[in-house]
């Protein structure tokens, strides 16, 4: 099962980290996205990203050309006709992504393995949309893709031995490291994180500490690189919430209750970094 060609659906912030970083790593790789601009937007975050290795003298200006002309900008799902490997880094929402995941079964070759960025959504219940579910697998980045190691690889129930196999090759040919997980709510990662980051804003709500004392703890107490609520801000309040809300439900244990105070912030429109507003203020 070898993997050249890539595709790589959703150009924002997880989709294009992971379009440069196989690039970088020598796959020719199909950027997919619903409307021009938005891929255009990835592309940029791209050549940017790739101009500061070039200015750190960690690439020359040549490599980041020919790194760049590995990328093609798709606006059709059926240019996965003739790729190896999907990757898809759409909207953390399972009817979107069982409709796309439909789509890409009837038209991607019978060989090429589907794989799922998501956080939290079920592998399983993913794959069943299509008629391969032993080739849909998760491949769950972390933000920001091209600097975090981690590849959390999840498989689904019918996932086979050999995709797994496949997709941990890449993911090494990426630089990345594979962490293997099974499918339950949340994986390892965000059953973990999330709610570290909940019980960081219910401390706040309940008035224990200001958020910068709280932040201030978690980084110089237990050497985060971030405090809870500023990575809070960072990944989208709205996305903790909808996580929060995956661990919930999917557990039924009231130890994953999403804190009023998140909701309340995501209701306001206070989504973090990318809205301006969170916890803490972004000019
Ligand atoms: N894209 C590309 N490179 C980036 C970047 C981005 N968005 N953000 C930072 N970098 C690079 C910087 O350019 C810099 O590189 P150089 O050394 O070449 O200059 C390097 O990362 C370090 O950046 P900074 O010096 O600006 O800042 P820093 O030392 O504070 O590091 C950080 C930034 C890497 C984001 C660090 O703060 C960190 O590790 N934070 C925690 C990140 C984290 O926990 N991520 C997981 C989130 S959870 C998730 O993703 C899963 C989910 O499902 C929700």
Redesign the pocket.
């Known amino acids: 099962m070898e993997i050249n060609k890539v595709m790589v659906i959703g150009a924002g912030q997880m989709g294009s980290?992971i379009a440069q970083v196989c690039a970088q790593a020598g796959f020719a790789v199909k950027l997919n996205d619903m409307k021009e601009e938005f891929c255009q937007k990835g592309l940029g975050v791209i050549a940017k990203?790739l101009a500061?290795?070039v200015e750190?003298g960690?690439m020359t200006e040549e490599e980041k050309t020919t790194i760049l002309a590995r990328i093609t900008p798709s606006l059709d799902l059926q240019d996965a006709s003739n790729v190896d490997i999907v990757i898809e880094a759409a909207v953390e929402n399972m009817e979107i992504k069982r409709s796309i995941f439909g789509r890409l079964d009837e038209i991607a070759p019978q060989h090429a393995i589907l794989a799922s960025n998501t956080?939290?959504l079920p592998i399983t219940e993913i794959a069943a949309a299509t008629t391969r579910p032993e080739k849909v697998i998760g491949m769950?980045?972390?933000?920001?893709?091209?600097?975090?190691k981690l590849v959390e690889i999840i498989r689904g129930l019918a996932t086979t031995d050999e995709v797994y196999q496949a997709v941990e090759e890449m993911t090494v040919k990426l630089s990345k490291t594979p962490v293997e997980v099974n499918d339950f709510p949340g994986f390892v990662?965000?059953r973990i994180?999330m709610p570290m980051i909940n019980e960081a804003i219910y401390t706040l709500y309940e008035g224990v500490a200001t958020k910068e004392a709280i932040d201030e703890v978690m980084k110089l107490g237990m050497n985060?690189?971030?405090g809870p609520l500023q990575?809070a801000d960072?990944?989208g309040l709205d996305?903790c919430l909808y996580?929060m809300e995956v661990l919930h439900e999917g557990f039924g244990d009231s130890k994953y209750r999403p804190c009023p105070l998140l909701r309340k912030y995501v209701s306001a429109g206070w989504l973090g970094k990318k809205s301006g507003r969170g916890f803490y203020i972004y000019e």
Not at 140 to 148: A, E, G, K, R
């Open positions: 980290g990203n500061r290795n750190k960690r956080s939290s769950h980045f972390m933000n920001p893709v091209p600097v975090m990662s965000n994180l985060h690189p971030m990575l960072f990944i996305t996580i």
